[in-house]
């Protein structure tokens, strides 16, 4: 089924108010991915089990701070077990954006779990499960909208998000599927590097012939890089199963 790509925008960028948020305190959106990246270093080497929970699981954003309190937070993070040092810059404190911090832990995971590359393309695992809204009459249901100061979207596009990541989550396991050894050394090498670019380049293909014919897209690169990193992760801790089963 094809999906319309342009709620997909939305995930390229950190929501615009919390955006102006973060810079008006302490710097640019670069360097929030930075410290986020910092952050999921931190939490993978001193709370492993629950980052690697958070990856596996398929815990939609709005319940990210009730399963998984000891590591996300909606909250400005002030002191966090043995990363204190973090997670304050210039006097202020950072939020955490859940899609970033997701794609980040796995990007550590990857690097802390795996040390080399899955060679067989996971052929021998099921394809994977990945969490869907439902109709839109049920998502505003069960999870009716809250608008906040810095949240002022409609429960259709709120909804529309949520479809552009279930989206997201299924093309980066085709990414990933097709070509494992590069979205290894994407997800592992340093970002900005010679090394990091040649990896891009040996995905531009994969990127391509995983999209529907007709279909195109524009995001951020950390957005799919965390995607890439997310499905990964899932497929190297999934065990082999029985063709045309499903991976947890």
């Not at 919390?18 to 999921?40: F, H, I, K, M």
């Not at 796995?106 to 393309?121: G, M």
């Amino acid at each position: 089924m094809r999906f319309a790509l342009a709620p997909l925008l939305a995930l390229a960028t950190l929501s615009s108010a919390a955006n102006a948020q973060y810079e008006a305190r302490s710097g640019s959106v670069a360097e929030l991915r930075e410290y986020t990246r910092e952050y999921a270093r931190c939490m993978v080497l001193y709370q492993h089990v629950e980052a690697r929970g958070l990856v596996l699981s398929n815990t939609p954003n709005d319940r990210l701070e009730r399963e998984f309190a000891s590591i996300y937070t909606t909250k400005p993070l002030a002191k966090v077990m043995g990363c204190d040092r973090l997670v304050i810059r210039d006097g202020h404190a950072f939020i955490l954006q859940p899609d970033l911090l997701r794609g980040a832990l796995a990007q550590e995971l990857v690097i802390a779990d795996l040390k080399v590359a899955e060679v067989d393309n996971f052929a021998s695992r099921a394809r994977l499960s990945h969490w869907l809204p439902g109709s839109l009459a049920d998502y505003a249901a069960k999870r009716p909208l809250q608008p906040g100061p810095a949240r002022h979207i409609t429960i259709e596009q709120a909804y529309a998000e949520e479809m552009g990541r279930a989206w997201l989550s299924r093309y980066g396991e085709c990414i990933v599927r097709s070509n494992s050894a590069a979205s290894y050394s994407w997800i592992t090498t340093k970002p900005g590097t010679p090394a990091e670019k040649a990896a891009m380049t040996a995905l531009q293909a994969t990127f391509a012939a995983c999209l529907a014919q007709g279909e195109t897209l524009t995001f951020g690169k950390a957005v799919l890089q965390g995607a890439v990193a997310i499905n990964y992760y899932r497929l190297a801790m999934a065990s082999p199963v029985p063709a045309n089963g499903v991976a947890k």
